[in-house]
């Protein structure tokens, strides 16, 4: 187990181990079909008793990491990881073919995937989505929160954020769902046409909510990608801010060498 001795000491035995079994898993040193350690292994491990092992266990199973079999124990999940195309996710081919990007990306990997809408209305612009958006600082936008599942794992929060006078236009914005093919094709549909989508990544540590959302264990890195949709007129229509699992995906850039 992980030695920090200060800040660990307050946190109650079980969730230590069912901690320390996650991290093993989601580094890959409990690779996927491997069988989790035995009730009295993981007590002679740890040195705790049968009880705090089987709470530890209920934590991990809640995870949706491992798929417990009666008579034969616990196993680590086989986990699909799903593949970003950058020159292919948002082509309208997609659209027309009443697919979403990511269900898109999630079916390419023969991932089982689910969408939670979590929140849409108005907020006030933080300061970076006002600059990007070309609004003023607290203005109010409208804001789209979801949270995307593969095999029942959450593996990734996007927010949207739109110029809250198209909301007047296009009233479905407002939906939680805003219907097939999601915001873009309703957005085309009342002309205004999507030209780019200018994307940036980094990767940093996950933050204490990110890792509640996400089921990430303290430490765990995310990427984060943002986005901006970009008319036909130059303007930036919607800025998106994606905070993903980084164990589970891969992104994958076309960039041509012709020019």
Excluded: N
Excluded at 14 to 27: H, T
Excluded at 208 to 222: D, H, M, N, R, Y
């Amino acid at each position: 187990m992980r030695s920090e001795p200060g800040r660990r000491a307050a946190v109650p035995k079980y969730l230590q181990v069912a901690d320390d079994v996650l991290e093993q898993i989601r580094s890959g040193s409990l690779r996927p079909g491997l069988q989790v350690p035995s009730e009295s292994d993981l007590m002679a491990r740890y040195g705790v008793s049968v009880g705090t092992v089987r709470k530890a266990m209920a934590e991990i199973r809640v995870s949706g990491l491992v798929e417990t079999h009666q008579g034969r124990g616990s196993f680590v999940k086989a986990r699909a990881l799903t593949y970003r195309k950058s020159s292919d996710r948002f082509r309208r081919s997609h659209r027309s073919a009443a697919q979403a990007a990511f269900p898109a990306e999630a079916e390419w990997a023969d991932g089982e995937v689910r969408v939670s809408d979590l929140y849409a209305g108005s907020a006030d612009a933080p300061t970076d989505i006002a600059r990007r958006l070309g609004v003023d600082p607290g203005a109010t936008v409208l804001e789209r929160r979801r949270l995307y599942f593969s095999d029942g794992v959450p593996v990734e929060e996007a927010t949207s954020y739109l110029r809250w006078e198209l909301v007047d236009e296009i009233p479905q914005l407002l939906a939680e769902d805003s219907g097939p093919e999601g915001i873009y094709a309703r957005l085309e549909e009342h002309g205004l046409e999507i030209a780019e989508f200018v994307e940036s990544v980094r990767a940093r540590i996950a933050t204490k909510q990110e890792c509640t959302t996400l089921s990430l264990s303290p430490g765990a890195a995310v990427i984060l990608l943002t986005r901006e949709a970009v008319s036909a007129e130059g303007q930036v229509v919607e800025v998106c801010d994606t905070v993903m699992a980084a164990d589970r995906f891969v992104l994958e850039y076309r960039i041509p060498a012709a020019g």
